[in-house]
C-alpha cells in the first residue's frame, strides 16, 4: 500500500483484473457459436466476478469477516475462469501461448487477493472516534435506576449480543465455504489432468479420495460414450461436506 488508495480502481489487482476480463472477453469472440451459451458465457461471466467481487470487497472494508468474504469470492472466480481457460486452449480455440499467458496473469492476481486477505486488518476501515467531550450529566440525571429499567436494559443488550454473534457467525461460514470452494477447484483441476495424462478412458465409473492431506475430499470420475466413437466425455465430481464441484471434459483418442 504505498501509493495512496482512494477507490477500487486504484488497486492493481483490479485493473489487471478488467484488462485480463477484456482481453477474454475479445478472445471468445472468435469461438464457435455452439460455445455461445457454455464456454463463452462462463469465461465471460467469472473472469468479470472478480473485477465485481473486489469492488464489492472494498465497499465492505468496516466488516472484516465480509471483506475477507468477498475477496475469497474473488479468488474462486479467478482460479474457476484458470479452468474455463483450460478449456478453450484444450477444445483448440485458443494457442498454448496464449493460455499460458492468462493462465500465469490470473496466479498473480489470485497472489495478490490472498496477499489482501492475510494483511486484510490493513485494508480495514478504522471507526472515527468522536473529538466531542462527554456533557456532564445535571443533577436531575444524578438519582438511580429503577429496577425495570435495569431489567429492560439487560434484555436489550442481550438482544444485540445475539445479532452480533449471528452476523459474526454468518460471515466466518461464508469465507469457509469460498476457502472450500476455491481448494475443491484446484483438487478437480489437478485429478482432471492425470485422468488426461491415462489416455483414453474406458466407459465406466471410478472413485476415491485425495489422500490424508485432504480427508473432507472425495472424487467420483464417470465416463460415457458421445455420438462420435473416438470421443469420451469425462465427468469428474469433488464431493465434500454434501456439497458437489462438478467438471465435465471431453477425451479424443489420440492416433
Given at each position: ?20 476480463a ?9 469461438f464457435?457459436?455452439?460455445?455461445r ?15 465485481t467481487n ?13 471483506f475477507i ?15 474455463w ?13 496464449m493460455?499460458?499467458s ?15 486477505i ?6 480495514l476501515i ?10 456532564p ?9 429503577t429496577?425495570i ?11 444485540a449480543?445475539?445479532?452480533i454473534?449471528?452476523s459474526?457467525g454468518?460471515?466466518?461460514?461464508m ?5 472450500d470452494?476455491?481448494?475443491a ?16 478412458p ?18 467420483r470420475?464417470r465416463?460415457?460414450?458421445t ?13 465434500w ?9 471431453y477425451?479424443?483418442?489420440r492416433?
Open positions: 500500500m504505498g501509493e495512496k488508495i482512494r477507490s477500487y480502481k486504484d488497486l492493481r489487482v483490479y485493473q489487471l483484473a478488467l484488462d485480463k477484456m482481453e477474454i472477453f475479445e478472445i471468445t469472440k472468435i464457435p457459436a455452439e460455445e451459451y457454455s464456454l463463452v458465457d462462463q469465461a465471460r461471466r467469472s473472469s468479470r466476478s472478480v473485477c473486489i469492488a464489492e470487497a472494498w465497499r465492505k472494508r468496516r466488516y472484516k469477516n465480509a468474504a468477498k475477496l475469497s469470492d474473488a479468488e474462486t472466480e479467478a482460479c474457476e475462469t484458470q479452468v481457460v483450460e478449456f478453450a486452449f484444450r477444445c483448440r480455440y485458443i494457442s498454448k501461448t493460455a499460458g492468462l493462465d500465469a496473469a490470473y496466479n498473480k492476481i489470485i497472489g495478490q487477493i490472498v496477499k489482501m492475510d494483511e486484510a486488518d490493513k485494508w478504522k471507526p472515527k472516534v468522536s473529538d466531542s467531550p462527554i456533557p450529566f445535571s443533577d436531575s440525571k444524578k438519582k438511580g435506576f429496577l429499567e435495569v431489567m429492560i436494559a439487560i434484555a436489550i443488550i442481550a438482544v449480543l445475539v445479532v454473534l449471528h459474526y454468518l460471515g466466518v461460514s469465507a469457509n465455504v469460498s476457502q470452494f476455491s481448494l477447484t484446484l483438487l478437480a483441476q489437478g485429478k482432471m489432468a492425470e485422468i488426461e495424462l491415462e489416455g483414453f474406458e466407459v465406466g465409473g471410478e472413485e476415491g479420495d485425495f489422500g490424508e492431506e485432504y480427508p473432507r475430499f472425495t472424487w470420475k465416463v460415457t460414450e455420438p462420435i466413437e473416438d470421443l469420451r466425455k469425462v465427468t469428474l465430481t469433488v464431493s461436506d454434501e456439497k458437489n464441484l462438478e467438471v465435465i471434459t477425451l479424443a483418442k492416433e
